[in-house]
């Protein structure tokens, strides 16, 4: 099958360098790679220059098509006719060297999937257990495996708030557990939601569907709402055996005040997507775990070591919720 592999970028040339020597030593290599640059300096492109990889295409984007949904939309436009299968990974990602025979075996093998997830094994943190086993409160069991569970999550457990759904499948209500709490199984598991950054699609989708241009600069939780819209129409998968290590390097992130409005205001345009028109139980409990992760990181302020980002974001997210009976995000049909 060929494939592009697109990398959105911005201002991060050694990581890129990072993830395209781990693209390097796959066992299978991209018919295209497209580079899709929004930085405001030339350091990427001169470090492309000394360090050659085939099939390379580089793009440096103007301010127009700045921002992670535009550099992807930009980037689809410019694949191949002859291209089947469209890989995305976010550059601060090293892969492991058979991460993309992993995602294309996974397509053999579903031929109905629209899109394939790898699986990030540094943030996995899971215990085999084996079956028949009563997890605490203060643990999440999936599958034989389990793996501590954050405050935020024990509390809602006591508070019945929890997720009803698997990972990877968001509730009427959202606030969901993303596919990161799946198990290192080496398993293929069906979801709803991939995350952006280490996700695949099959071309055609994007002839009817592309990535929301609302989620503007960062794009937080444009995944959730493109792979929202892509499971109405068929099959996501996630092969946890097409691994690859996610470092968030922190350059070209925004601050923990704007990011904490976006968590709250994007997070309400994504359960939206999924639940467009929600009963009073639904809303109930997706603004009461809203208010609930506000007083949260509220009090990381006084017991964390990060005291100033936790009380910004707290604060962010506090506006972000105001803000939501002020004026909603517009939803896109």
Request: glycine residues 6%.
């Amino acid at each position: 099958m060929k494939f592009t592999l697109i990398i959105c970028t911005y201002m991060r040339p050694e990581p890129l360098l990072q993830l395209l020597q781990s693209v390097l030593v796959q066992t299978a290599y991209p018919n295209e790679i497209l580079i899709i640059d929004s930085s405001t300096n030339n350091e990427t492109e001169a470090t492309l220059n000394k360090n050659k990889f085939k099939n390379l295409h580089y793009f440096l984007v103007s301010l127009e098509h700045r921002g992670l949904t535009k550099q992807r939309n930009y980037g689809i436009e410019r694949v191949g006719n002859e291209i089947e299968i469209v890989c995305f990974l976010d550059d601060d990602t090293v892969l492991e060297n058979d991460y993309f025979e992993q995602i294309l075996k996974t397509y053999q093998i579903y031929p109905q999937a629209l899109g394939v997830g790898g699986y990030i094994i540094n943030e996995s943190e899971c215990e085999f257990v084996g079956e028949n086993y009563s997890p605490k409160i203060d643990e999440y069991y999936f599958d034989s495996w389990k793996r501590k569970d954050g405050s935020r999550f024990v509390l809602r457990k006591k508070m019945n708030l929890d997720s009803d759904c698997p990972p990877g499948f968001s509730p009427l209500f959202s606030h969901g557990r993303s596919v990161g709490f799946l198990p290192p199984s080496n398993k293929i598991y069906e979801v709803e939601q991939l995350m952006g950054g280490v996700s695949s699609f099959r071309k055609k989708v994007f002839e009817t569907l592309q990535f929301s241009t609302y989620f503007e600069g960062y794009g937080l939780y444009e995944d959730a709402d493109f792979t929202l819209r892509v499971a109405k129409q068929g099959k996501l998968y996630l092969n946890t055996a097409a691994k690859l290590s996610h470092y968030h390097d922190a350059s070209g992130r925004p601050n923990q005040y704007i990011y904490g409005k976006m968590v709250v205001r994007n997070g309400w345009y994504v359960w939206r997507v999924k639940n467009s028109k929600p009963d009073i139980k639904a809303q109930f409990r997706w603004h009461s775990i809203t208010i609930l992760l506000i007083i949260i990181r509220f009090t990381n302020a006084l017991t964390t070591t990060n005291k100033k980002e936790a009380f910004t974001e707290a604060l962010g997210r506090t506006v972000g919720w105001w803000s939501l009976l002020i004026h909603k995000p517009k939803l896109e049909n």
